[in-house]
């Protein structure tokens, strides 16, 4: 089993494909970095076009059940994503909303303050709102995940304390082996595993050890040291893959609609596109390379396995359902 | 098994109560008259609210499984449905994600021209539009259905023809006993039955013979006529109960926000509010005297049981789910 817990392609019938050829049964797909309520919805509407366009190749995502029946019907499965929580605006009834059409992960902040946390480019961390707080209890009532992969160190730590539901980070990498802002320090990760949480490894250039000269040993190392430290069971892949994607879309992310001024957030003015990938993974198709590497590491078994896919499926599907409901859908 | 669908009440928790007191075990009620996509959801946002707060009196009805389920659980089922397509506003990716959050009734045009359908008060009806039968199309699709009963007769029967799945008309009378706008003359009847749809009966006053003094008894026999001319199977109810509401409530059904101008609709300047009710039937308590006068004109068995609820029960079965997954959710 394998899952991707966070891409951001230029979606196509091309990658749809190549995600069947590397195997990948699911992915989170991000469908929201700053976009309100009426513009996430859009973004719902093109995904059901898809899901009706391609259904030999893709499925809507909703439970874990959703990841073995694609693997059944040698599909892979869609979940939802929010980067921020401009989808609910200032409506915390909008949580339920967002659930029920699909989403299962929102993030709490992107790389600024938000209504309810802080982003990691703040100078200064306030922890999590009066607002995050109802907007936490009500998406552990639902079903949504909590993920602070943008958040800042004090707004994460706060963020897994309160949450009576494990929260996740789905795309970054440990700061101690690339001191990256997006990379999360010991305590951070210490904090989210502890309450029973997941963190996905990102293979964006941007939180690699020498960015696009990552080599595919030294992530695989950095897998195996962050697992012998804090459990396996807690750790997935979410590759913060953004394939085939324009340099406007980039700025888009960093920018969105709050500032005139260009902001380059990991990038810089020498270089504010897309950067590379490391040339071990490119798309899709490249999982196998990944499964390969983590074997000449020394991972296997269900250790393996677990890193592959089946820890995000056991996170599935004890977190997607509602408090108290987690057996109806499975 | 009673269903009653169509009720626009003033909800509370003792209506509620009601509902179970009158062995209500469906109903469908209505969440727009003239609401955008975004008012829509806030209405849908108030209905999670009440389902959270009232859990042992009412659950979501999404399948006609919930119906059972309410049953078994002691409690009411409530789908939803508008009474305009304005909560889709001009976007047809809207059909799918209302339905997705709930809605399994869709009039094509309230009293007015709508995007969709002429409504029954416009001087001339030019029948389903372009818009129209793309909605259509889409709603056969999701398994949202087409409720024509604030269309006028072209446009009802239009969409009979054109629609792939069998239409409602929710809530109205037959023309030949009160000769109302809003009640159906039998070849438009004849056009939704025909195509395997269902009308349910209005006790709102003004679809009445002699409106708030029409009596059980006339009520029923004209039930008991219709159906012996259609077949009863194709006819339930759907009392159009505005239970608590203020007489505000009536005039923003009538007038939204169209027009500056007082538009009386079934009432008149002398007589603007909501009519009394018919003595016999003045809230959701009075489900068994409409049961008892149904038998007195000789209704029984398997005919009594459908009109009081079984045959909107068959209905739900078939039409809520997307086209070709129909056993997915029973």
């Known amino acids: 089993m394998r899952i991707d817990n966070l891409q951001y392609a230029n979606w196509s019938e091309k990658i749809f494909r190549q995600l069947r050829e590397?195997?990948?049964?699911?992915?989170?797909?991000?469908?929201?970095?700053?976009?309100?309520?009426?513009?996430?919805?859009?973004?719902?509407?093109?995904?059901?076009r898809w899901f009706e366009q391609y259904p030999d190749l893709i499925m809507k995502g909703q439970w874990a059940s959703d990841v073995d029946q694609a693997i059944e019907t040698g599909r892979t499965a869609v979940f939802f994503g929010f980067q921020n929580p401009s989808p609910i605006e200032d409506d915390i009834g909008l949580v339920e909303i967002v659930h029920t059409l699909g989403a299962r992960f929102m993030q709490l902040s992107y790389n600024n303050q938000s209504l309810l946390a802080t982003g990691c480019y703040e100078?200064?961390?306030?922890?999590?709102?009066?607002?995050?707080?109802?907007?936490?209890?009500?998406?552990?009532?639902?079903?949504?995940?909590?993920?602070?992969?943008?958040?800042?160190?004090?707004?994460?730590?706060?963020?897994?304390?309160?949450?009576?539901?494990?929260?996740?980070?789905?795309?970054?990498n440990p700061y101690d082996w690339s001191p990256a802002l997006r990379n999360k320090k010991d305590d951070v990760i210490r904090a989210v595993t502890e309450n029973g949480g997941m963190m996905g490894f990102s293979l964006y250039p941007h939180h690699l050890q020498?960015?696009?000269?990552?080599?595919?040993?030294?992530?695989?190392?950095?897998?195996?040291?962050?697992?012998?430290?804090?459990?396996?069971?807690?750790?997935?892949?979410?590759?913060?893959?953004?394939?085939?994607?324009?340099?406007?879309?980039?700025?888009w992310m960093r920018v969105g609609r709050w500032s005139k001024e260009i902001d380059y957030g990991e990038g810089s003015a020498a270089a504010p596109g897309f950067p590379p990938m490391p040339a071990w993974f490119n798309d899709n198709r490249d999982f196998g390379k990944l499964e390969n590497g983590l074997r000449a590491v020394g991972f296997e078994g269900a250790d393996l396995a677990g890193i592959m896919g089946r820890n995000w499926h056991n996170f599935y599907e004890t977190n997607f359902c509602a408090a108290g409901e987690t057996a109806q859908h499975e």
């Open 123 to 172: 100078a200064e961390d306030t922890g999590i709102t009066r607002m995050g707080k109802q907007v936490i209890k009500e998406m552990n009532r639902v079903g949504l995940v909590v993920d602070m992969s943008h958040s800042a160190d004090r707004s994460t730590i706060e963020a897994a304390d309160i949450s009576e539901r494990p929260i996740a980070i789905t795309h970054a």
């Open 22 to 48: 590397g195997g990948v049964d699911a992915i989170h797909v991000t469908i929201a970095y700053h976009e309100n309520f009426r513009e996430t919805v859009l973004n719902f509407e093109q995904w059901n």
């Open 210 to 251: 020498n960015k696009s000269d990552c080599t595919l040993e030294s992530f695989c190392e950095m897998i195996a040291r962050t697992v012998d430290k804090f459990g396996a069971e807690h750790f997935g892949i979410g590759t913060d893959l953004c394939q085939d994607q324009p340099d406007s879309v980039v700025e």
